[in-house]
């Protein structure tokens, strides 16, 4: 009986240690990856500035949603409402035509914000894309172990993404 209540006393010392060590890690996450694709700035803008644009290379195509707002730029918005990726609402929410392009996601009525940006440059062989995402998780102790590996996790979905927009823009000739 004694080693049950020292081993209980250790299981909670552990999960106290836990939840106070995530209390104390910061919530926050930043991501950034870069490609350069074969193809003029306006023809990458034009997937870029419209929640159909980005339907057609990112992860948005994996939700169902409900578009709103202009069809391109500040304020071209999806909407959804799921049993996997929750309730949330991804904007555009600045562009600078053929060089940023600015977004914002906001999960479960903002308790988890992600702010985005790409930005286009011209050079020799086409354009390069900076792609740069930070969100917060907010206070939540277990999203704040999280936040740790989102640089590594979002990351590899951002460079996924980059790779299929470089190839949907080479298989469409722009």
């Keep these: 009986m004694k080693f049950f ?3 209980i006393s250790i299981i909670a010392l552990l999960l106290l240690g836990f939840v106070i060590g995530g209390f104390v890690l ?25 929640v159909e644009g980005w339907a057609s290379w990112a992860p948005l195509a994996e939700v169902e949603g409900t578009r709103s707002g202009p ?14 990726w929750g309730q949330g609402e991804w904007r555009i929410t600045e562009t600078t035509p053929q060089r940023r392009v600015a977004y914002e996601v906001l999960v479960e009525d903002g308790a988890l ?38 640089e590594r996790l979002q990351g590899r979905e951002m460079e996924k993404s980059l790779a299929t927009l470089a190839e949907l823009l080479a298989t469409t000739g722009r």
């Design 26 to 50: 910061p919530g926050t996450w930043e991501t950034e990856r870069d490609v350069t694709i074969r193809a003029a700035p306006e023809a990458v803008f034009d997937y870029l500035d419209s």
């Design 5 to 7: 209540r020292w081993l």
């Design 113 to 150: 914000v992600t702010e985005g940006q790409v930005t286009l440059t011209p050079v020799t062989e086409g354009t390069r894309l900076a792609w740069t995402e930070r969100g917060d998780f907010g206070w939540n102790p277990v999203l704040a172990y999280m936040a740790l590996g989102m």
């Design 71 to 84: 069809a391109r730029g500040p304020g071209a918005t999806l909407r959804w409402d799921d049993d996997e």
